[in-house]
């Protein structure tokens, strides 16, 4: 079993940066795909990013393409989310997931554990 704890939201202006941060517990974390996923006030949890094993595989939503980027490091038990140029529609709680025997998955039922969600803001 892995324990997930997210860092880093806040509320910045759109065009700002923020690095969201995913420490997990236990000792097997390089075998756990890794995933981050939002859900905005009134919608339904989508798939933001994930992250092979060893990080060699990263798979985006087309909205976050090219502004985010998902890493690992597995020495340290820890997943990133590097988000930039955000914008107002990127406003939502931050999830990070861990998908236990899957080398990597963009299918939200596939995670079998997850944070308890950090808020990231972006005002107009």
């Known amino acids: 079993q892995v324990q997930l704890v997210e860092s880093g939201g806040g509320l910045v202006q759109a065009g700002d940066s923020l690095r969201l941060s995913c420490a997990a517990s236990?000792?097997?974390?390089?075998?756990?795909?890794m995933g981050w996923f939002r859900q905005a006030p009134g919608k339904e949890r989508e798939f933001v990013a994930a992250?092979?094993?060893?990080?060699?595989?990263?798979y985006y939503a087309d909205s976050v393409k090219g502004r985010f980027t998902i890493s690992r490091d597995n020495a340290k038990n820890t997943v990133y989310l590097q988000m930039n140029s955000l914008k107002p529609e990127d406003t939502a709680v931050y999830y990070c997931?861990?998908?236990?025997?899957?080398?990597?998955?963009?299918?939200?039922?596939?995670?079998?554990?997850w944070g308890q969600g950090t808020q990231v803001t972006v005002s107009s």
């Open positions: 992250i092979s094993w060893i990080g060699r595989s990263t």
């Open positions: 997931a861990a998908a236990e025997g899957k080398i990597v998955t963009t299918r939200l039922y596939e995670y079998d554990y």
């Open positions: 236990g000792r097997t974390f390089s075998t756990y795909a």
